[in-house]
C-alpha cells in the first residue's frame, strides 16, 4: 500500500516489527523511514532497520538456479528437487526427508512449506531456526497456559511500573522497544531491572542489575516465589484459575539461593520491587530461552505472575520477545516439527483429522517430527537422505557448527534456496534456488505481540529470484500436488490459512484470524497491523486476565521446579563459561547487514570479552588474539579486557561466518545439547579454554 509517506512496510529483522515507509530518494535509490502510524514503533527505528536501504545491492545475490555449481533454469532445477525428493520418499519413507526453514520467511512461504511437508509428503520433519530462539518459551507457555499464547502486548511497557528484563540486552536486540521502555522511565518513572550474567548497554538505564551466575535463573524465581508466599502477595481469587501453587511453592521451598551467586541484599531488593509492584513486566529472551533448563526458567517467571494474577492487565505480565521479524508467524502456522498449523497439537488425532480434511491431504504424521539439533543429527547418520534448507545458514548458526558442515556435505541430496549463494551452508547444497529478498516480496509477519503486519515489495526482484511460495507450490505441484498449491498469490494463501484457523475457534484454542479469511485482494494489499485475536473479546488484546486458559479445564498449571545447572561443567582443561549474543549493528551471519559499512563499523571483528583478573592470569592484553577451545572446535578472537563479563566467564558475538571470518566461527564451540522439552540448544553456557596466541 502506497501511503504518502512511501509504501508500508515491516522491517526484516527482530521481533519488535516495526513499521517502515518506503520511497525513492532523489537517487533513486530505496530510502527507509520509521512509520509513524505503526504501532510497534511509532515512527522510531534502530540501527539496522535505518540502514536497510543500504543493503539491498546485488553483491553476493543469488540471481540464477544452480546445479553442482553451475547456471541452470527454473524448470530443470524444480524437476530435479521434486524428484529426488519423491525418490526418496519412495525409497525410505517421508520421514527420510527433511525442510529447515526460517523466522525470516513471510507466514504464507511457512504456511505452504508446512502444508507440503505435513499434509502432502506426510512427515512432521519441518523445523526452523526459531527452534534455536524462542522454543523455551513456546514449550513454557503451553504447559502453563495449555497454548502457545503470548499474554500481553507492548502497550504493556507503558502502563507498567517496573519492567524485569531477565536474559535479554534489549538495548541491543529489540532496540525500539528499549526506546519505548526509555519513553516510559522518563514520562511515569517506570522502574527498569536486569537480571543478566553480564553487564550490558540495557544496564546502562537500570536501577538494578542482578548479575546472576548463567543458567540460575529458576533459583532466583523459585526464590521470588517463595517470597510472594510468605508475605502474603498471592492473588487467591487469580489462584482460583489455576492448579498447581501448592505443590510450586514447596519445590520453590526446597530451592537455595547459592546458585545465582547473588547476595542476599541484592535478592531482597529485587524481591521489594517486584512484590511491592503491582503493573510489573517481565520481559525475557534468548537468556531465558537457549538454556537446557529454558523451558523450566520460562515456568519459574510465568508462577509468579500465575501466583500474583499479574497477567494478562494493563502493564503486566509476562512478555517473551521473539528474535526474528516472523518467528511468531512461523509458530502460528505449525512451522516447527512438534506443532500443527493454527496452534493446534499434532498429538491430537481429532486436530490432525480436522486440518487433514481441511486440507484435503493425503496423510498426516501421527508421530512428532525431528526437531533442530535432532534433525541435523539424522543428517549426519544418514536417517535424512534430502534437505532442503530455506533462508538459514545452519552451517555457521547450529551448535557444534563443524559437525553440521560435515553432515550437510555427506546428505546425498541439499537444496538451498536463499538471497546469497556465499552462505557456509548455500557452498555445501547441490542445488541452489534464488528467492526474493526483503523488499521484492509480499506477504505478512507476526511480530512479539501477535500484531499482523504486510511486509509489501517495492523493488522488482532481481534475475530469476522468486517469492517462495512460489519456489515452494512448483515443487509440490511437480511432486503430484497440482491442485493443493495451485495458488497465484499470496493473499489466497493467506485467505486459506485464515480460513483454516477458524478450526482452532472451534476446538477452543486462542489463534482465530478466520474473520480475516474473506478478504479481497484489495483489502490485503491495504491490509493495516492487526493484532490477534480479532474475534475474541479480548480486552486491549491481551489474555487471560479472565481466568480463562486453554487446558481442558480451563485453568493454568503451576510448575514445581528445582534449578538445574547447565549441562557442560567447568574444571581445569575449560575453565571459563562462554556466553554468545548479537551485536546492535548485526542481524544473525550478516548476509544482509554486512553489506552496510555504517553498520560494520561499530563492532568491525570478531571478539571476546574476558574480565581483567583473567586477563592478567592469562598474560592477555588489549587487542591480543586468543585461542579458544571447547570440547567441540576452536576458534581464534581479539581479547577484549571487560569488567562487564564476571571472573571465570567469557562473551563472544554469533556473527561471523566462514566467509568473513573463517577462524572465527563461535557456534563451533557450542556444545549441542538441548532443553528435554522443547529442543532448544544451551548457547549460552558452554565451557572452554582461552590462551593467548603467539606471535609467529
Ligand atoms: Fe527493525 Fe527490530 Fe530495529 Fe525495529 S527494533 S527497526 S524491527 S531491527
Given at each position: 500500500m502506497s501511503a504518502p509517506g512511501g509504501i508500508r512496510s515491516t522491517c526484516p529483522?527482530?521481533?519488535?516489527?516495526c513499521g517502515v515507509l518506503l520511497s525513492e530518494d532523489k537517487n533513486g535509490a530505496l530510502s527507509v523511514r520509521g512509520d509513524p502510524?505503526?504501532?510497534?514503533?511509532?515512527g522510531r527505528l534502530c540501527s539496522k532497520g535505518s540502514a536497510?536501504?543500504?543493503?539491498?545491492?546485488?553483491?553476493?545475490?543469488?540471481?540464477a538456479p544452480k546445479i553442482d555449481g553451475q547456471d541452470s533454469d527454473w524448470d530443470t532445477a524444480l524437476d530435479l528437487v521434486a524428484d529426488r525428493f519423491s525418490q526418496s520418499i519412495r525409497d525410505h519413507?517421508?520421514?527420510s526427508v527433511a525442510f529447515y526453514v526460517s523466522g525470516q520467511l513471510l507466514t504464507e512461504d511457512y504456511y505452504v512449506a508446512n502444508k507440503l511437508m505435513?499434509?502432502?509428503?506426510?512427515?512432521?520433519?519441518i523445523d526452523t531456526n526459531s527452534r534455536l530462539c524462542m522454543a523455551s518459551s513456546v514449550a513454557g507457555h503451553k504447559r502453563a497456559?495449555?497454548?502457545?499464547?503470548?499474554?500481553?502486548?507492548?502497550e504493556d511497557l507503558d502502563e507498567a511500573d517496573l519492567v524485569v528484563l531477565v536474559g535479554s540486552n534489549l538495548a541491543w536486540c529489540h532496540p525500539v522497544l528499549y526506546q519505548r521502555l526509555l519513553a516510559a522511565r522518563k514520562s511515569r518513572g517506570t522502574k527498569i531491572v536486569v537480571v543478566d550474567p553480564r553487564r550490558t548497554a540495557?544496564?546502562?538505564?537500570?536501577?538494578?542489575?542482578?548479575?546472576?551466575?548463567?543458567?540460575s535463573d529458576v533459583a532466583l524465581f523459585n526464590h521470588l516465589l517463595r517470597e510472594i508466599g510468605a508475605r502474603g502477595a498471592v492473588d487467591p481469587d487469580f489462584l482460583?484459575?489455576?492448579?498447581?501453587f501448592e505443590a510450586a511453592l514447596e519445590a520453590a521451598q526446597l530451592?537455595?539461593?547459592?546458585?545465582?551467586?547473588?547476595?542476599e541484599e541484592e535478592v531482597r531488593a529485587f524481591c521489594d520491587m517486584w512484590i511491592g509492584t503491582e503493573k510489573t513486566v517481565t520481559i525475557y529472551s534468548q537468556g531465558v530461552?537457549?538454556?537446557?533448563?529454558g523451558s523450566d526458567k520460562v515456568n519459574a517467571i510465568l508462577n509468579c505472575h500465575l501466583a500474583t494474577g499479574?497477567?494478562?492487565?494493563?502493564?503486566m505480565g509476562p512478555l517473551s520477545v521473539t528474535g526474528q521479524p516472523n518467528a511468531m508467524g512461523g509458530r502460528e502456522v505449525g512451522g516447527l516439527a512438534n506443532m500443527l498449523a493454527?496452534?493446534?497439537?499434532?498429538?491430537n488425532p481429532d486436530h490432525r483429522q480436522a486440518v487433514r480434511d481441511f486440507w484435503q491431504a493425503p496423510q498426516m504424521p501421527e508421530v512428532l517430527g525431528l526437531k533442530a539439533v535432532d534433525m541435523f543429527r539424522a543428517v549426519a547418520d544418514g536417517r535424512i537422505k534430502a534437505l532442503w534448507v530455506i533462508?538459514?545458514?545452519?552451517?555457521?548458526?547450529?551448535?557444534d557448527s563443524a559437525a553440521v558442515r560435515a553432515a550437510i556435505e555427506a546428505c546425498p541430496f541439499t537444496v538451498v534456496s536463499d538471497i546469497?549463494?556465499?552462505s557456509d551452508t548455500a557452498r555445501l547444497a547441490r542445488v541452489l534456488l534464488p528467492a526474493s529478498a526483503w523488499g521484492e516480496k509480499d506477504g505478512t509477519v507476526t511480530n512479539s505481540d501477535r500484531t499482523i503486519s504486510r511486509q509489501r515489495a517495492a523493488l522488482p526482484a532481481p534475475g530469476a529470484a522468486r517469492p517462495d511460495w512460489q519456489i515452494l507450490c512448483e515443487v509440490g505441484k511437480r511432486m503430484g500436488w497440482h491442485a493443493a498449491f495451485?495458488?497465484?498469490?499470496?493473499v489466497e494463501i493467506f485467505r486459506e490459512y485464515a480460513a483454516l484457523s477458524g478450526l482452532a475457534g472451534q476446538f477452543?484454542?486462542?489463534?482465530?484470524?478466520?474473520?480475516?479469511?474473506?478478504?479481497e485482494a484489495s483489502a490485503y494489499d491495504t491490509l493495516a497491523p492487526t493484532r490477534w485475536p480479532?474475534?475474541?473479546?479480548r480486552s486491549g488484546g491481551r489474555f487471560f486476565a479472565d481466568g480463562n486458559f486453554y487446558h481442558g479445564d480451563k485453568k493454568a498449571r503451576l510448575l514445581p521446579l528445582r534449578y538445574r545447572p547447565p549441562a557442560a561443567r567447568t574444571g581445569p582443561k575449560y575453565p571459563f563459561r562462554l556466553n554468545t549474543g548479537r551485536l546492535r549493528d548485526q542481524w544473525h551471519t550478516?548476509?544482509?547487514?554486512?553489506?552496510s559499512p555504517r553498520l560494520g563499523a561499530h563492532m568491525p571483528e570478531p571478539f571476546l570479552d574476558l574480565h581483567p583478573n583473567d586477563a592478567a592470569t592469562l598474560g592477555i592484553t588489549p587487542a591480543d588474539l586468543v585461542e579458544v577451545r571447547s570440547p567441540n572446535g576452536s576458534a581464534i578472537l581479539r581479547a577484549r579486557i571487560s569488567d562487564a563479563v564476571q571472573p571465570g566467564q567469557v562473551f563472544a558475538p554469533i556473527h561471523w561466518t566462514g566467509e568473513t571470518a573463517p577462524s572465527g566461527r563461535?557456534?563451533?564451540?557450542?556444545?549441542?545439547?538441548?532443553?528435554?522439552?522443547?529442543?532448544?540448544?544451551?548457547?549460552?553456557a558452554s565451557v572452554v579454554a582461552v590462551q593467548k596466541m603467539e606471535a609467529a
Open positions: 529483522y527482530c521481533g519488535v516489527g502510524d505503526h504501532p510497534a514503533n511509532f536497510l536501504g543500504e543493503t539491498l545491492g546485488l553483491e553476493h545475490r543469488l540471481l519413507g517421508p520421514d505435513k499434509g502432502f509428503i506426510g512427515s512432521a520433519n497456559f495449555g497454548s502457545d499464547t503470548v499474554p500481553g502486548t507492548y540495557s544496564c546502562d538505564g537500570a536501577d538494578l542489575h542482578l548479575a546472576l551466575q548463567p543458567g482460583q484459575h489455576t492448579n498447581g530451592e537455595t539461593l547459592s546458585p545465582t551467586g547473588l547476595s530461552n537457549q538454556s537446557t533448563s499479574r497477567i494478562g492487565r494493563p502493564g493454527c496452534h493446534l497439537d499434532l498429538e533462508h538459514t545458514n545452519p552451517a555457521v548458526s547450529m551448535p546469497t549463494e556465499h495451485d495458488y497465484e498469490s499470496p477452543g484454542r486462542d489463534f482465530d484470524i478466520s474473520g480475516l479469511s474473506g478478504l480479532v474475534i475474541a473479546d550478516m548476509t544482509r547487514t554486512g553489506l563461535i557456534d563451533d564451540l557450542v556444545a549441542a545439547e538441548t532443553d528435554p522439552v522443547s529442543g532448544q540448544p544451551e548457547s549460552k
